[in-house]
């Protein structure tokens, strides 16, 4: 009887082609045992792995895809609102201003009246004069005591009205004579001379306002008997228009207080005017002269042009019924609206005449 054998063992690859693992001298892989797991993956499997790779880069591109969209639409919303805001509050403010416009033409008319039952002239004491300064709108509006929300209306209103005769009517230095193809124009010579002499008061180069005056007369020629276009200037109906004639930037800013332009001539009101338009306006005036009748006419106003020549009798002869007066016509109202970050001004010329009102021209600016 032969002995029991040991349980074979399966040669290892290191046991039949040495260290290697190697199958002998060709360098080929070794042959796994009998029963061992394949190590080749199936075409059924490749083709498997290869469509769950398809299959997350189709859900990432879709996931990009939406989310693209999405921004988008929601991007558009964003600007949709905005657009909405911001036209809403251009209805709101133009409301509010046009509503303030109509609060300061009822001042000015119920003035009118007042000076003509009374013959009170035009001054700085009267309730048109006094600006409004910055307060909240709610304050202004009578909130139901169930409803605050109007009380929350960040809004804020300020406003003045400037008497247009406190200044010199730059429109003045040129007078036509005629109608139609027998119009003329001329340059008026004392209109040229109170701008003359308010441009040295104001430290201004004189060359630039001769030059002016001459094409606002040219300009004024053609607009009189031409109506063809031409290759001079329009005729300026607001005081940045001067640019239009070589005045400069500065000169412009340091004229502003002072010059205004008006559809017709028109005099001076001694009592709402500067001192520097005061002492322009009357050729043997001194600017010290003129604060001091400033500071005479504010503890009493003047109610006649005689008035003021009796507090300065050597300026008598020289203030005239058609280049001084007591009263005004025109006026600036000006309103300002500050809604959150955005603010509002806007600016009316206003004629009175007896107690109708009309309103020439209005300008918008919004600045943030």
Known sequence: ???????????????????????????????????????????????????????????????????????AALWQQWRAIQVETAERQRVQAGWILTGALDWARLILREDARSNQNSGNPDHLGEPWAMPLEEARLSSFLAADRDNSADLELPAFLSGEVRDQQSRLNFLNLVSVAGTGAQARAELSEPDLQAFTKLYRLLDLPEAELDAAAQALVRTSQLAANDPQPSHTALLPSKLAHLAWLGIGRASLAALEPHVTLLPERTPVNLNTASAQVLAASVTDLSLADAQQLVTERERDPWRQIADAARTKPGIATQLKADRHDVRSRYFEVRGRLRLDDTVIEERSLVVRNNLQLRVLWRERITTR
């Open 1 to 71: 009887m032969n002995p029991p054998r040991a349980a074979s063992r399966p040669p290892t690859a290191e046991g039949r082609h040495g260290p290697s693992g190697l199958n002998g001298s060709r360098g080929r892989p070794a042959v796994p045992w009998p029963g061992a797991p394949s190590l080749r993956v199936s075409p059924t499997h490749e083709k498997q792995r290869r469509q769950k790779g398809a299959a997350l880069l189709l859900a990432m591109l879709t996931v990009t895809l939406v989310a693209t969209l999405a921004s």
